[in-house]
C-alpha cells in the first residue's frame, strides 16, 4: 500500500547501501538484513536502528522477519 510507504533521505551518501559476505543489503546502520543464524543460509532477520537515514522505519529496534524486499530509487526531474 503506497499511502503506508515511509520515505526517508539517506544523510551521508557514502552510508546509503553496503553489502556483504556477514549480512545482506544494509542501509546505512538504519536497516540491516542478515541471517542470525547462519550466515552462509538465505537471509531472514532484520535490524532497524535510525542512525544514517533522516527517518526511521519502525518504532521499534527489536529484530523482525521478512519475507521480500524491493529498492526504488527516486529521481527527480
Known sequence: NIKDAILSNVKDASRALDYSGVCGPRFGCDLTIYNINNPAAAFD???CNKMSYE???????????????EVFQIIRK
Not at 527517518?55 to 524486499?69: G, K
Open 45 to 47: 532477520t532484520t535490524y
Open 55 to 69: 527517518r526511521s522505519i519502525r518504532d521499534t529496534r527489536e529484530a523482525f522477519s521478512i519475507e521480500d524486499y
